[in-house]
Nanobody
Framework: QVQLVESGGGSVQAGGSLRLSCSAS????????MGWHRQAPGKTREFVAS???????AYADSVKGRFTISRDTAKKSASLQMNGLKPEDTAVYYC?????????WGQGTQVAVFT
């Protein structure tokens, strides 16, 4: 059972930056993809960004140009650099890793953006 632990959340003023990290308990080399989703209060969980083992990245339209996902196989981690944060980015952010047959979620980290 792979365990994922997120860190780096917090409160920041609009326009500011945060960097989220996701540490995995096992090697991430076998993960087909790692990514981030988020869930705002009263809303369903939504895709934010992903990175495949081959380096292909994808982003939700709402974060393109502001967020950057990266993964470090040696450190068994993935990160999400968030710049130009907006109040609508406020949510709990979840790390997800996917293999061919399974998906694993972290416990989430809160991000709050205030004006």
């Amino acid at each position: 059972q792979v365990q994922l632990v997120e860190s780096g959340g917090g409160s920041v003023q609009a326009g500011g930056s945060l960097r989220l990290s996701c540490s995995a308990s096992d090697s991430i080399f076998s993960f087909n993809a790692m990514g981030w989703h988020r869930q705002a209060p009263g809303k369903t969980r939504e895709f934010v960004a992903s990175s495949t083992r081959t380096g292909t990245t994808a982003y939700a339209d709402s974060v393109k140009g502001r967020f950057t996902i990266s993964r470090d196989t040696a450190k068994k981690s993935a990160s999400l650099q968030m710049n130009g944060l907006k109040p609508e980015d406020t949510a709990v952010y979840y790390c997800i890793s996917q293999t061919t047959s399974d998906s694993y979620w972290g416990q989430g980290t809160q991000v709050a953006v205030f004006t």
